[in-house]
């Protein structure tokens, strides 16, 4: 049985870092609204160590004083910086030195809900990996890219459901808040693949068709 204590939240912040969502300046406010707010409610902010969308959350984080952490897909700061020409102002970065893709998976897996900001096909990857893991998702929308189509992308085109951990708003502060509720009233699967609990009850087993606000 693991002990439970109270501990600072931790929140991934994803989306855009290239490609046209970049052009829009209201795109970047808001996300840079975002990290603010999560560094003055004290949450441990989180991110890529990526340019972009990310980066413009990280310096509203960092401005609120918020402690901040990086998610490198590069092998040392000379590889990041030369290589992935990213930035490098976080309180702490991790060096994964798995590239993109794996990179991702140890982002998400890093925080106890992610924010979509934005978001093109990389973004798309870490929402489908957040989805599958269970983790509570936050989708600020009106920001661009998929922000506005991740209901279309999970119920249309892919025939799934909007878990009730995904959470939805074009306002920073309320996105925090819904995401915050999420995060307590459904926790995180376990173990891996924790969400396919029973595959008779639901399409692929989503985890809280069984048993809502119960996980693993």
Not at 157 to 175: E, G
Not at 185 to 192: C, S
Request: aromatic share 6%; with cysteine; proline share 6%.
């Amino acid at each position: 049985m693991v002990d439970e204590h109270d501990h600072r939240l931790k929140i991934g912040v994803m989306g855009s870092a290239s490609g046209p969502q970049l052009e829009s300046k209201e795109a970047a406010r808001i996300a840079k609204a975002l990290g603010h707010e999560i560094g003055r409610r004290d949450y441990i902010f989180i991110n890529g160590a990526c340019p972009g969308l990310p980066n413009d959350a990280l310096i509203g984080a960092k401005e609120a004083g918020g402690f901040t952490v990086g998610i490198s897909p590069a092998f040392s700061l000379t590889e990041h910086i030369t290589e992935y020409s990213s930035p490098h102002d976080h309180d702490f970065i991790i060096y994964t030195g798995q590239g993109f893709m794996e990179r991702d998976i140890i982002n998400i897996r890093s925080s106890d809900g992610v924010v979509i900001v934005g978001g093109g096909i990389g973004t798309l990857n870490e929402l489908t990996i957040a989805y599958e893991e269970g983790r509570p998702i936050g989708i600020l929308t009106n920001t661009g890219g998929i922000s506005n189509h991740v209901p279309e992308i999970i119920e249309k085109m892919c025939q799934r459901m909007v878990p009730p951990n995904m959470v939805f708003d074009d306002d920073p502060i309320k996105l925090l808040d819904k995401i915050a509720i999420a995060i307590s009233a459904y926790p995180l699967p376990t173990h891996g693949d924790g969400r396919v609990v029973d595959k008779r009850t639901c399409n692929r087993g989503e985890w809280w068709c069984q048993d809502p606000g119960r996980a693993g």
